[in-house]
Every structure is written in C-alpha cells, then in structure tokens.
C-alpha cells in the first residue's frame, strides 16, 4: 500500500507539473534566501567584536523579515497549487479512493516538491554565497575574513529543511480541505480554485483566530503606550525597534484578514463596473469571480511592499527622533538591497508563479471570450484593465501596512516613552516594491495572451496543443 501511495504521489507530480511549478520556483528561492541569511547569521557567531554583532544582528533582521513574507506568500501559492488538484482529486475518488487516502497523498506531493525544490535552492545558495558575501563587506558592515570561506553545510541543512518544513505545514488545511470537498463539483471544475469557501464552523474558527491575532496587536499597541518616559538617547534607540516588529505584526493581521478584505476592495471597485466598458467589466469579473487566486496574486507583493515600507519609515522616525544628539542614521543602498531583496523577490516570484499556474484556465477564458465574438483587442484591454486591478489592490495592502502602523506607533510613542516622536508620512518605498513586483506579473500575463492569440481558439478551449 505505501509503494502505491509513493507511487501515485510521485506519477501525479510528474504528469502535471505546470500545476507545481509556482510552488516549485517560490519554495526555492525562499530556500536560497533563508539559507544565505542563515550562514551570515552562522558567520558572525563565528566570528568576535564589532564584527560578530553586526553579522549576527543583520543577518537575524533580514531572515525575519524573509521568513515572515516568504511564509506569507508561500502559504498563498501552496494553496493556489493544491487547489489546482481538485479534477484530479475528484477522478480518484469517483475510483473509490477514500478522502484520507487523498489527504496523504496530496500531502506527500507538496512534501516532495518542496524537499526537492529547497534541496535545489540550498545548493543555488552555496554557489551564490561568495557574490553575497562580497556584497556584505562593501555594504559597510564590519569586514571580516570569515566571509571569505565557504558556506557552512549547517546552513545549507537548517535553509533546506526548514524550507520543506513550512510546505508541509501550509499544505495540511488545504490538503484536508479539498480531500472532504464535493466530488461532482471537483470533477465539473476547470481547474480553478473553488469557489464554495470553508463551512460555517471553519468560518466562525477564522473569524475568531483574525480577532485574537488583532486583539492581541492592539494590546501590544496600549502597552507600548504605558511605557515610562525615555531620556538616554540609547534607550530610546533601543526602544524603538519595536517599530519594525509591530510592522511585521500588522503584516501577519493583514494576512490573517486578506480573504474579507480582498473580498470587500473587490466590491467597491466591481460598483458601477458595467458602465466603465466591457474590458473593464470583463476584468472585474475575471478578479471577483476567483478570489483566492486573486488573494494569492496580490498578497505576496503587498505584504513585500507594506514591510519595506515599514522599514523605511522606521528609519525615518529613528532619524529624527535622534536628530541633534550628534548620532546619525543612514540607510545604505547596498545594505537596504542585502535586508529587503529577498523578501521582494519572492513576493514578485510568488505572484508571477501564480499567474502561471493558472495559465491553462486564463488561456481557455480568453478563447472563449474570442469564440463568443470578442476581438483580441478586446482580451489585451482585459488584461490591461486586469493588471490596474491588481495594481491597485497591492498598493492598498502595500500602504494599509505602512499606515496602520505608523498611525499605531506615533500614538504610543507620544502617549508615554517618546511625546517628542514627530509622526512620519509614509514614503514612497512601498509603491516602488509593487510596481517592481507588478513588472513580473504584467510579464506572465502578456505571454499567456500572446501566446492564446496565435492560437487556434478551438485549440485552445479543448486544449489539445
């Protein structure tokens, strides 16, 4: 029986891929970032002085800020892949198949694409760790000859494994999920990701979790509030990294209310949609009619924009705050590149590895819409329209981000510890992160409708190229 389940596991892989790439390339570039942030964090303890702090401090910073995006983001496209599986899923079991059997196997196939994709970005990181290295010690970090050797295996190991360990454990709700989901729905679907949501009781546990999460934020928030007047400009120096992890903690409620809040953005902009044109009609729907796929788009870029965002306006605020006490604040380009770069580009691979995992149902929308009598005019101005969609829904969670936060903390800080804090209008970091991340889904998109419109539209609807 377990040679079979091995069996079916690794054959499903195989014959649908495509449907596994988008979790293949985001586990793998989270491997390659965790990995390297990990041996400069392994380095420094390494190493002694000025040298073994900064390293370690450093390196710490960006893997937190790479390990919250990136489990955000890959979470998103593990469940965006998974559901993919749903015909698939329903075949088995109008085979007799039994919903537990479908659970484990479903399970072992995320295991082993996201074993085998960290193994790959491990080893990516061991041959992209010296050009990183050499980036830390002209970023104006310490130097240090310990950057100069090899990547400690350790890393390697800790950066893979931890990797396949968040696939597994971002692939358990989903898995059961579709395993107990409607056979006959599963088998009339496309593809696409369900639209039947959780039951009232898995409803009702996420609407009490999303208020626990945001209960306990809040308090955090009146606690710093409560805090005693500061003097030294150390302490308040010290104080003030609470900053950047409230910043990061907004990014988990965010995340954890992404599905009403998606939900809700796409409402307000589908009123009055039916008199903005077809291409823009045709582009809400397109955007409402999948919300997790949309939610997994847009997500990832959003929560790599709101936390440099937060970031940035944390070092703004420390800047002044410290102003005339003859200790500066600087943010280097080549450091801001080595703590934020990770993250950004795999929120950016996460969208763009959504958008083509879909490519199959997108391609066979488009067909339609030509076969109905639609010109491929029509469907690039749907795209167009598409990518303003998402454009604007990223910016908004880029930006909620930035401005709850800052809101949030200037309240505190000048409720007790910090009354000289001076509030700090957000800059313009964040909506640079999402234009950036919305090149490489603007990328996917147009080669997916250039490539249904030199198709032959019978072709690609019953998908026989």
């Known amino acids: 029986m377990r040679m079979f389940l091995l069996k079916l596991v690794v054959r499903s892989v195989a014959i649908d891929v495509a449907s596994w790439l988008a979790l293949i390339v985001t586990s793998a570039i989270l491997a390659v970032t965790v990995t390297l942030d990990i041996g400069l964090v392994v380095a420094g ?120 360990v968040i696939c597994v454990l971002g692939g358990l709700l989903p898995a059961r999920r579709i395993a107990r989901g409607d056979v006959l729905e599963a088998v009339r679907g496309d593809g696409q990701t369900s639209r039947s949501g959780f039951s009232l009781r898995k409803r009702i546990l996420r609407a009490v979790l999303s208020v626990a999460i ?88 959003g929560l790599a924009g709101g936390a440099v965002g937060v970031m940035m306006a944390w070092i703004d605020k420390l800047s002044s705050v410290l102003s005339g006490s003859g200790e500066t604040v600087s943010a280097p380009p080549k450091q801001m590149a080595a703590l934020f770069g990770g993250a950004v580009i795999i929120g950016c691979v996460a969208a763009s590895s959504v ?17 109905g009598g639609g010109t491929s005019g029509l469907v690039w101005m749907k795209v167009a329209c598409e990518t303003v969609i998402y454009l604007a829904l990223s910016l908004v969670v880029a930006y909620a981000i930035v401005w709850i936060n800052e809101l949030a903390m200037d309240h505190a800080f000048t409720s007790g510890p910090l ?24 990328v996917m998109l147009a080669a997916i409708t250039a490539g249904i419109t030199h198709r032959q539209v019978i072709d690609v609807v019953l998908d026989e190229r």
């Open 355 to 371: 958008v083509f995992a879909t490519m199959r149902s997108r391609g066979r929308d488009a067909a339609v819409l030509i076969a």
């Open 45 to 164: 303890a390494n190493t002694s002085g000025e040298a073994q702090q900064a390293f370690v401090a450093f390196g710490g910073v960006a893997l937190g800020f790479c390990v919250l995006v990136g489990l955000l983001s890959l979470m998103m496209v593990i469940r965006v892949c998974l559901e993919l599986q749903r015909r698939s899923v329903g075949l088995w079991q109008l085979a007799g198949v039994l919903p537990r059997t479908v659970f484990v196997v479903l399970l072992g196939e995320v295991l082993l694409v996201g074993l085998l994709s960290s193994l790959l970005g491990a080893l990516v990181a061991g041959l992209v760790w010296f050009p990183f290295a050499r980036l830390i010690s002209s970023s104006g970090l310490p130097s240090n000859d310990v950057l100069a050797q090899p990547l400690i295996p350790l890393a390697l190991w800790i950066g893979a494994g931890s990797t396949g």
């Open 419 to 442: 009354p000289s804090a001076p509030f700090t209008m957000p800059g313009w970091q964040s909506a640079g992160i999402v234009v950036f991340g919305m090149l490489f889904v603007v």
């Open 214 to 301: 945001i209960a306990g934020t809040a308090a955090l928030y009146i606690a710093i509030g409560h805090a005693q007047p500061l003097i030294s400009k150390r302490a308040v120096g010290d104080f003030m990294t609470v900053y950047a992890g409230m910043g990061m903690l907004v990014c988990l409620v965010i995340a954890c209310c992404a599905t009403p809040l998606i939900r809700g953005l796409l409402a307000l902009i589908g009123l009055g949609s039916d008199r903005l044109g077809t291409p823009w009609f045709l582009a809400v729907r397109e955007a409402s009619s999948h919300p997790d796929l949309t939610r997994g788009l847009i997500m990832p870029i």
